[in-house]
Every structure is written in C-alpha cells, then in structure tokens.
C-alpha cells in the first residue's frame, strides 16, 4: 500500500507538470494545427534561465523564496519572448505552406535552441540549485510510509492554479473566445474585426509562459538541469497531448496525468511484475535461478521511459482521435 | 455620395479569372442588390470587398478612401460586415459566444448588452439557444445567428451573400423582413442573391452579373418590369 501510495504522488506530480507542458503543445495545434516540436527546448530554456538566476542571486542575502519567485519571473518572459519570435520567424512564413514544411521546420528549431542552450549553458548537467531545503512528510506511522515533499505540493498546487488560470482565459475571457474562433475559422474571425496573428502569437506566448513554469518545477523536482532535457520531456508531453486527443484542453491535463501516473506505476511495479521468480510458484523450473538472484527482472525500472510510448501506439489504435477528441477528417 | 465604389476591378483565383472589371457603386443608405446565376462571381466580389481576396487590378474604395490590400480586421473595424456564403457560424461556440464576436471590437458592455437583447427579441429562436453551441443549430437558425452576429458590429455597410440559400420559403419570408427592417433603420446593405425576384423587391437599385461582368443594372422596379431579367431571372416568359 505505501509503494502504491507513494507512486501515486509520485506520478501525480510529474503528471502535473507533463499536463502543463502537454497544454503549451495543443493550444498551439488546436489554433494552426502545428506541432511546435520547440516547445520541449521552451521548458529547457524556463529551467535553464530560472538556475542561471538562482545561482547569481544565491548568497547574495536575498530570502530563499524571494529568489525563487524571481527566478519564475524572469524564466516566464524569456520563455515567453523565444515562444513570440518562434513563430513570428519560423512559423508564420510557411503559415499556408504545405504541412510538411512547418513540421520540418519545428524540428529545425527544436535542434537550434538546443544548441543555443548549449553554447550558453554548456554541455553538462548542472545540479539545480536546491535553496529551498526540500522536506518530507511522511503520510503515516509505519516505517516505510510514503512521503510527500514541499516541492511536491507546490508543483501540484501550481499546476492546478495554471490549468484552472487557462482554462477560464480560454472560455471566459473575450481573447479566449477569440482564441476558439480563431481555430474553428480563421477568416470569419478576420471578418469580425480579430486580427488572426495577434491571436496565434497571443497562443505562442500564453503557451510559453506555462512551458516556463513547468521547466522551473521540473529543474527543481529532478534536482538538475541540461540542455537536452526539454527533448524527452517535450516527447512525452506531446504523448500526454495526443492520448487526451489534441486540441482538446481537458484532454491534455488528463493525458499529462495519465502518462505521469503510467510512468510512475511502470518504474514501481514493472520489475515486480517482470521477475521470472514470481512465476516459481507456477511453474517450477526457475528455482535454480532464483535461488541464486531472488529478484530477477525481465524489465526494471530503466525502461519507464517506453511506458508512455507503449501506452500512446495502445490507445491510438483504438481511439485514433486520443480519449476526449473529437474524429475529425484530416483537413491536409 | 457613395459609400462603397469598385471601379474596374478584376479578381482571380491563380490564373482563372472570376471577376473581369466591374464597377459598382453603393450609395450611404441605401439597399442595393447584386444578382446573377450559379458561378457568376457575385462571392468573389464580396470577398475582394470585405478583403479576403486581393483584386488583380481596379479600385475599391470605402468611405473615400482606397481599401485594397487591406486586411480583413481593419476593413471590419471600420464599420464594414460580412454574413458569408455559408453563414459562416463559429460551429464550437455558443450563440451567445458568436454575438459576442460579433462585437469583438467594440468596448461598451452594457449597449453590447443591450444589442444583444435586440437580437434575441428579433429572434426570440437565438435566445431558447443562447447557451447551445452554433454548430447543433438548423441552417435557417444559423442564418438568424449570421445575421444577428453581423449587426452586433454596428456595422455602416453590411454585405449579406445569399442570406436565402437553403431556406425554407417561411424562413427566407423572416430574413427578409429582417434584411428591410435593417436597411429601414439606416444601415447601406449590398445584398447578394440568387433569389432575383425576392432581391429585387426589397431592393432599391440593383446589378445583373453573368460570367464575371456586369451585364444589367438600373433602378430595382425598372428591372424588375425588364423583359431580359424576366425571361432570364425571374423564369418568365417574355
Ligand atoms: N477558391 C476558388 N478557386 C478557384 N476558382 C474559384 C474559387 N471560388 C470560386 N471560383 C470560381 O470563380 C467563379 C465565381 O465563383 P463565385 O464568386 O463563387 O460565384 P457565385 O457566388 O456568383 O456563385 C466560378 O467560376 C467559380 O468556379
Ligand atoms: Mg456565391
């Protein structure tokens, strides 16, 4: 019970930073229906820009807190400008061009903002500067209770703040119905006097500021940072997107939660699941082996990477159109 | 004064040519009408003038002032709305998300408010839906939406295309008396339609386009009574 417990949390975070990252990816398919491939080096640049601030300011006297917040505050700009001018100059050309070409080009970008990281940060992975002591706090008596963190309860008490923010943007505010115009019909939404780039750099930039955000809690829960890191996380993210159908709001905070907690449950239990010893008890045969090594997994904890994936290609084949996504016929 | 003039203009799509040199003029008040069959280009024109489509060549001009490559946003802000071929709804949005775009540009809530009401007293249909989303309404309901959606602009010139198409014949009696009403309270309409006889009775002056020109135009009751149009609008003999 407290493994699964303690998994639970465990893939609740991630999940929670997996849906907002998977929001930044189908705001921006829902309004053009691009993948923004860039999207993943956005969050990279978030951590990125938060730890080069922590660690000018650390030291300096400033409260631990205070620094963080300004961290956050500088990460979301600097997030948001890269988000603007990404499109501004690599999207919005091609914006009638075939599908393939801006496809193409997302991951053209994806690639130059890695190396920029790189050339500015470097190749090594940097220890995220911890200044806030992180705490555990154990959820029951027993020896082996599961914990919970405070950088846990603040990444999800952010995250549902962030998707609750969204989400009333997007079906409360005039810009938000604006937003939904805009992606169901472009030129009618002209005709009504919206300006459909103001609008589409409005979805770069609000989805950019979240990919800010989550780049901060995801340097801060792993505990490190590397220019590399938005690649697999943007991956699994724009999974989280597909399998909640993209385009679909709701559906990506439940696909993001679904592969945090798929993720989770896979790294806990797969070696359980996978240990030819379990099958003793069946079939004897393996008690040579196991007498030798009691725990001999087939699959173990490495492999929870591939989990989203597997569950992804599972779903897709069943529901092409992602669980809360509408069918729609391919406009290409 | 005219409010709206396009002089000579010539629109294509790639190398077919759709529009080859027209020139129309819509006075300030008044309800002008461009009719013609299936193909003739009338929704070329009203794409070219609402700036969806860029003429190849000619001038449109409104309100005196040149609007060709202008984009579609600012010929709205000035006053200028389309109720497109089609309707045009926004199928995901409510109605009353639709009305709302339809004053995107205009900052004061309670007359916003007030129009609104107007709609919906208008069409009374549009406010038992007001929560409903546009696409789930019938094509005369969106029509009623289309139109009411325009008006939320305040719009000074108001180009309608077809509002008949796909009507059943009480619900293009309804549009209509709407389409009067509105011309009644001031707004210049250019109104777009296939339904020649019906176009011709409520409107003041009108165009005959066939194959890409102007081939007619003169006051709506002269046409009306002219034995071209009847034998080829109105399926008249002559
Ligand atoms: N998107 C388009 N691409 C190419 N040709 C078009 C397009 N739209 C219309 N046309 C052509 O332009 C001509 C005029 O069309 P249109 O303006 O829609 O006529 P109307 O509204 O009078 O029925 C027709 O011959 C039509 O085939
Ligand atoms: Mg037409």
Known sequence: MDVFLQQLINGLTLGCVYAVVALGYTMVYGIIQLINFAHGEVVMIGAMVAMSVILGLAGSGVPPLAIVLIAVLAAIPACMAVGYLVERVAYRPLRSAPRLAPLITAIGVSMILQHLALLIWGRNYIPFPQIIKTQSFALSNSETAATITNVQIAIMVLSVLMMAGLIALVYKTRIGIAMRAVSQRPDVAGLMGVSPNHVISFTFVVGAGLGAIAGVMIGSYYGIAHYQMGFLLGLKAFCAAVLGGIGNLGGAVLGGILIGLIEAFGAGYMGDLTNVCTLNKFLPGFSALCEANSNMAVFGSSYKDVFAFIVLILVLVFRPQGLLGERVSDRA | ?238
């Open chain 2, 1 to 238: 004064m005219s409010l709206l003039s396009l002089n000579n203009v010539h629109i294509g799509y790639g190398g077919i040519k759709a529009v080859k040199g027209i020139s129309v003029q819509v006075n300030a008040g008044e309800l002008v009408t461009l009719i013609g069959a299936n193909g003739a280009g009338k929704t070329t024109v009203l794409k070219a003038i609402s700036g969806l489509l860029k003429p190849s060549a000619g001038e449109i001009q409104y309100d005196e002032t040149s609007i060709v490559g202008t984009a579609p946003h600012h010929i709205s802000q000035r006053g200028l709305a389309l109720v497109p071929e089609g309707r045009g709804v926004f199928p995901g949005l409510t109605i009353e998300e639709n009305l709302a775009m339809g004053a995107y540009c205009r900052n004061d809530k309670a007359v916003i408010a007030s129009d609104m009401e107007i709609a919906y007293q208008r069409f009374p249909r549009l406010k038992e839906r007001a929560k409903q989303t546009a696409g789930t309404l019938s094509g005369g309901e969106q029509q009623m939406l289309a139109i009411s959606r325009a008006l939320m602009s305040r719009p000074r010139l108001l180009l309608l295309d077809e509002p008949s198409m796909g009507l059943a014949p009480i619900m293009v009696q309804k549009i209509f008396a709407v389409v009067r009403e509105v011309a009644a309270s001031g707004v210049t309409i250019l109104l777009i339609e296939q339904n020649a006889k019906l176009a011709l009775q409520v409107s003041h002056r009108a165009y005959v386009m066939d194959g890409g020109v102007i081939t007619l135009e003169g006051a709506s009751p002269d046409l009306l009574t002219d034995p071209r149009v009847r034998e080829a609008y109105l399926g008249e003999a002559a």
